[in-house]
């Protein structure tokens, strides 16, 4: 097994919503890798991604390296309601099985979405979207 595809599978993520109209339109340019650190009332206006948590197992062969990733993906909207929340995860979803992932290191042998969940937070002012996709990355270095 190896780890050493976790970090370019996470920039791979990160460009690959970025530099998706949709996506961009949605979270305008607020895509993080941690929870933000918020202070009072002062969270963002409009929606915003975090790069959540990952799982990876191996997937190695006798002849090559490869690890599943299990990466959660978590869209937060400050506002009632998960109409656009559910816009924005739809159009990850799209942008995600379509095949944009192109990492420094490895590639993408398979990718699919496994589940999603939504939540209400802080005593339902918030919702929230946790999406899983299941990476299968095989190593090329």
Known sequence: MTYALAW?????LFTALCQNPLCAEHFNGQIYDAPLPFVGDAAPDGLYLILGDEEAQDWSTASDQGAVH???LNIHAPRRGFAEAKRAAADISDALLAGVLTPSRGRVV?????DAR????????LRRIEMRFRITLEDTA
């Open 110 to 114: 398979n990718i699919r979405f496994v």
């Open 70 to 72: 299990l990466v959660s």
């Open 8 to 12: 370019p599978l996470q920039e791979a």
């Open 118 to 125: 939504t939540h209400r937070e802080e005593a339902g002012a």
